[in-house]
């Protein structure tokens, strides 16, 4: 009996021991085994028994980055008493951040009816992958366009475009040559052209539709409408303005001056014509074929530099109009090198009556005769010819007769005569001209904005 007393007693004691060690022994808590990337990491750990908190007593270590995915080691170590505890735990840095999209262009898109909506562009962009763009899957809906990406840890993130089949933009339409035309009573209007585009029907030229009509035997101002309309019924009208004027043939008309004018130079003529200008005290005005220190000397001494022609060529300025207005810029920019102002003032080779052009190019005086004028040109003709064109048959008494029996106090007296080589005559001339008008109560002026346009009748 006491055998057995003995051994109850000791079981008894070895349970309690267990039970006692069971309570006693020290339990590892570990809670954040998950971290989102970029976040501060700090262990969670703690060590207690049923008694107490033994937490001051672990040592944590761990190689966490938690700028890159991944799994990492966290290694907690304990010690009490006869335990000894050395445990690795995995900690995973994790990515939980969708992605974004962000849409080029309104979340309302808009498309031609009954034509595909062009993509205006996205961006995608993600907090660990950077830029997803090129991941983007794109699928169409019902009048929407839905946009998905996914980044490397499987978040995924939509957006959607609604779609708008619609058109509400006008087309446009553009007029060939000026929008102001000018013709001269009789000359023949041509329509000088036009083009329509539409964003959603392309060219719809053909669908232009003018009204209007010019009527050339009429002074007056006439307009004719351009109108067209697209497939969605958006319409667009575009007028163009023809005035019509008179032919002003002024060859009477004016103010009583003298207006000298030199064609075709500088040459050595243009330096001892400005010599005897300058003793004379008379202002004149230069139609030049080109432009040296003669030009810049006439033009700082008050006379008028105007552009003749860089050629000089009837049958290259007259075979058609771009050639000629390349040969009239082509002057234009040597004055200004050589004077630095842009003339506005012009003659036409031949003057504007001249019939050598209906060899080159039939009916280009009448077109370019208003057309010079649509570009901001005055042109002038003369209305006293001292007939010193050609060379030197025709002497100085010729030339003088010419000009003085044909000046009029009636009359705007533009004289032509020309100071290239050759013209001597001119030259010797000039000093009796001068003194005989002044003598008859002539003044002699430069032209400038306010002097009377003189304008033969045009012949071609
Ligand atoms: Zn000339």
Known sequence: MKKYMWL???????????????????????????????????????????????????????????????SYDVKVEFKYFFINIK??????????????????GSEIGRACPGKEYVEEGYTASDNYDGDLTDKVIIETGDNKIIYTVSDSSGNAFNT?????????????????????IYLYLGNNYQELGYSAIDNCDGDITDKVVSTGNVDTSNVGTYKITYTVTDSSNNTTSVERTIVVKKIVTQMTYGNGNVYLTFDDGPSERTREILDILDEEGVKATFFVCGANAYTK???????????????????????????????????????????????????????SSNTISRRYH???????????????????????DSNDAGSDV????????????????????????????????????????????????????AIDSSTPVIHHGVNN
């Open 87 to 104: 445990n690795k735990y995995a900690v995973e840095v994790v990515d939980k951040e969708n992605p974004v999209i962000n849409l080029v």
């Open 297 to 351: 000397r006439a033009y700082d001494s008050g006379h008028t530099i105007a552009l003749h022609s860089n050629t000089h060529n009837y049958s290259y300025i007259y075979a058609n109009s771009n050639n000629f207005f390349e040969d009239l810029n082509a002057i234009d920019t040597k004055v200004f090198n050589v004077i630095g102002i842009h003339s506005k003032f012009t003659r036409f080779p031949g003057g």
């Open 362 to 384: 039939t009916g280009i005086m009448s077109y370019l005769t208003s057309e010079i004028e649509n570009r901001g040109y005055t042109y002038f003709d003369w209305n006293v």
């Open 160 to 180: 959607e475009r609604k779609i708008e089949y619609i058109d509400e933009e006008a087309p446009t339409i553009k007029l060939s040559g000026n929008s102001t």
């Open 8 to 70: 109850i007693i000791i079981s008894v004691f070895v349970i309690l021991i267990s039970i006692l060690v069971f309570l006693l022994y020290p339990r590892v808590r570990f809670d954040n085994r998950n971290v989102n990337l970029g976040e501060v990491y700090n262990p969670d750990v703690k060590v207690y028994n049923i008694f107490t908190d033994l937490s001051n007593r672990i040592r944590v270590s761990n190689n966490v980055d938690t700028s890159k995915l991944g």
């Open 394 to 445: 025709y002497s100085s008494d010729n030339i003088y007769a010419n000009v003085i029996n044909h000046l009029s106090h009636n009359k705007t007296n533009i004289v032509l005569m020309h100071d290239s080589g050759g013209h001597s005559a001119t030259v010797n001339a000039l000093r009796n001209i001068i003194r005989t008008a002044k003598g008859y109560g002539y003044s002699f002026k």
